[in-house]
Every structure is written in C-alpha cells, then in structure tokens.
C-alpha cells in the first residue's frame, strides 16, 4: 500500500528578532535556525511517520538546500522523486519577534518548476492506493495529478491550503477535501463564513467528501446528503500550533491508507479521530516537522486517554 504525496518542499529559515524591522530598518537577529518546510514536505513526513509508505513527488535545487531537503526526507523513510531543477530550492524567511508575531516571505523557486507531470510521476500516482495534494504547485500540475489518479482508481486527498480559488471540477474530481475554517469559507465564495454546517453543506455539494479542521474545537466531517460529524479535538495544553494542519492531513491520510481507503462516513469519522490525536500531540510540541509524532507515539496516547476516560 503506498501513498503518493505530491507537493512542495522549502527550507525555512527562522530568525528570532526583538521586532520585525520596518521598511529601511536593519535590525540584529538573537537567533537563527533553519529548518524543512513546504507543505507537500510537511505531510510527507507526516504521512510516513503515521506508518504509511511514502513517495514524495517534489521539485528540488541544484543546491544545499535540496541536497539538505533530500537527505531529511529520506532519513523519515520516504522514497523520494525528486526532480532536481534549474531553480533554487523553496525557501520561506519567516522574522518571528519577541511576542511570537511573525512575518513571512516565500520563493516558490523549484516548487514553481514541478510542471508537466512527466511518465515516470504519473506511472507512480497510478500505482498509488492513496494520492495526497496541496497547493503549493501549479494548479495545472494539481489537475493533471488528479486525472491520472481518476483514471487508476487511485484515491484522492486535497488540502486545498494556501487558500485559493480551485476550479469547480477539480472539486468534483477529488475524493476527500480537507480545509481550515478559513479555507472552507474562501472556497464556498462566503469569505465572512456562514457558519461550520452550511459551509460543509456548500462544499459537500461538489460531491467530494469534506473534513473542515476547526484548530482546538476538532473538525467536521461531511458526506454528500448525509449529516455531519463532528470530531471533537483533544484537550490538551498548546504550546505552538505550527503545522498542526499538516500534521492532521498526514495522519488523516495514512489512517485511510492502513483500513479500507474507503472514503464512508464511518471511515472517515475513524481516520479523523486518529488526525485528531496525532496533532494534538504536535501542538504539545516547537516547530513544524521536529513536533509530527510516530505512530507508536499517537497509539500510546490514544490508549492511555482512553484509559483516563474509564477511570474517571
Ligand atoms: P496550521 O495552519 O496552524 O498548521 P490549520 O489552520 O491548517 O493549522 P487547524 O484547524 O488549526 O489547521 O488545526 C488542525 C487540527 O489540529 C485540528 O482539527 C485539531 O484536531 C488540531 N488542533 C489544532 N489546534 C489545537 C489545539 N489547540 N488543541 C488540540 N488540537 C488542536
């Protein structure tokens, strides 16, 4: 069983500063760390440490940053289908001051390269039993990717983050589509929001099933023509949110991957409540890919809130 990710990659390079510098202000860094990053990468690691069995579908630098980036991926497992390409390597500096307010710059760089999906990478979507996507690649690419996993029966998971207009049968082609509150609002032309049930009743309307995350209140899972469920998150004590998101749709997807791939309701609700669990221990955790837990670790804590629940 195999679950194809196809997506972007960066290198994030963190600076701790007192504040964020004005225009035309230099300003001394406190701190610097480097990191990976891009969410393609992020669910990869997220998907594979769940226990599934990755290949990563990724353009990469001719560079250290894709030499760094490649070497990361593989030390989490994941088969790596990398294009190296004339391009530098994604980056994001991200400034992060002392109240923990940041600002972010990103560079596609070779992420914006990952076109015209070649033989090889659509072979591999085909083989797949799950395919998992993002956007961060060029739509394009996003809708060729989804054709070929169509036509092979393989199933479909978009996380259509960043928010972004997708085309209405790229909707009606995914199996499973994942979003934040914000993201379900801009998708369903409401970018005030409407409330959790008529946006999902919006989205599901597409024909694809839909989970919209809701950060410490868990998240709603949709069906066409059924009635939602909702998954309660688990309570735990937040320390950094980062890449919760992703963390979710990686666990989501090797969940769905290790029971039937079916994409029911009850299916969905179950591979849900794990996603649940695994980010609620990366939001216990700093940063985005050092915070995505094992599948060891999600069973044990799965386990022993389950056994606080019957003692108490
Ligand atoms: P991010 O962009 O911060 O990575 P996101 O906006 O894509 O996240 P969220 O809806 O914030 O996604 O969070 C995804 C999932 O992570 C939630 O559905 C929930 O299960 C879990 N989660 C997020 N915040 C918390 C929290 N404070 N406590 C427990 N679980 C949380």
Redesign the pocket.
């Known amino acids: 069983m195999t679950v194809v990710v196809l997506g972007s990659a960066n290198l994030d390079l963190v600076y701790e500063v007192e504040r964020i510098p004005a225009p035309g202000e230099t300003v001394l860094s406190r701190g610097f760390e480097a990191f990976p990053g891009g969410k393609g990468n992020n669910q990869a690691i997220a998907t594979a440490r769940a226990g599934a069995d990755v290949r990563f579908i990724v353009a990469l630098g001719r560079d250290a940053a894709g030499d760094r980036l490649a070497d990361e991926a593989r030390r989490a497992g994941i088969t790596l289908q990398a294009r190296r390409v004339d391009a530098p390597t994604g980056s994001a500096v991200i400034f992060v001051d002392q109240h923990a307010e940041n600002s972010i710059v990103v560079n596609s760089g070779a992420n914006a390269a990952l076109v015209d999906p070649t033989m090889g990478e659509l072979a591999d979507i085909a083989a797949a039993d799950l395919l998992v996507l993002q956007l961060e690649t060029p739509i394009a690419t996003v809708g060729a990717a989804v054709t070929a996993a169509r036509a092979a029966a393989t199933t479909v998971i978009l996380n259509a983050?960043p928010s972004a207009a997708v085309p209405a049968e790229l909707l009606r082609a995914v199996d499973v589509l994942v979003v934040?509150?914000?993201e379900a609002a801009e998708l369903a032309g409401e970018p005030d929001g409407t409330g959790e049930r008529s946006l999902l009743s919006v989205l599901t309307g597409h024909g694809c099933a839909v989970i919209v995350?809701?950060?410490?209140d868990?998240?709603l899972v949709g069906v066409p023509g059924q009635d939602p469920v909702k998954v309660p998150?688990?309570?735990?004590d937040?320390k950094d949110?980062?890449?919760?998101?992703?963390?979710?749709v990686g666990a989501f997807a090797a969940a769905l991957d290790r029971g039937t791939r079916s994409t029911d309701l009850a299916s969905l609700v179950a591979a849900t409540e794990f996603?649940?669990a695994a980010?609620?221990i990366a939001?216990q955790r700093k940063g985005a890919v050092p915070s995505i837990p094992t599948l060891e670790e999600v069973e044990r804590f799965r386990k022993g809130r389950s056994r606080e629940r019957h003692q108490s």
Not at 213 to 216: A, M, P
Not at 233 to 236: L, S
Not at 241 to 248: K, L, S, W
């Open positions: 983050a934040n509150e914000h995350t809701l950060g410490s868990g998240a998150a688990v309570k735990v937040a949110t980062t890449g919760a998101g992703d963390t979710f996603a649940t980010a609620a939001v």
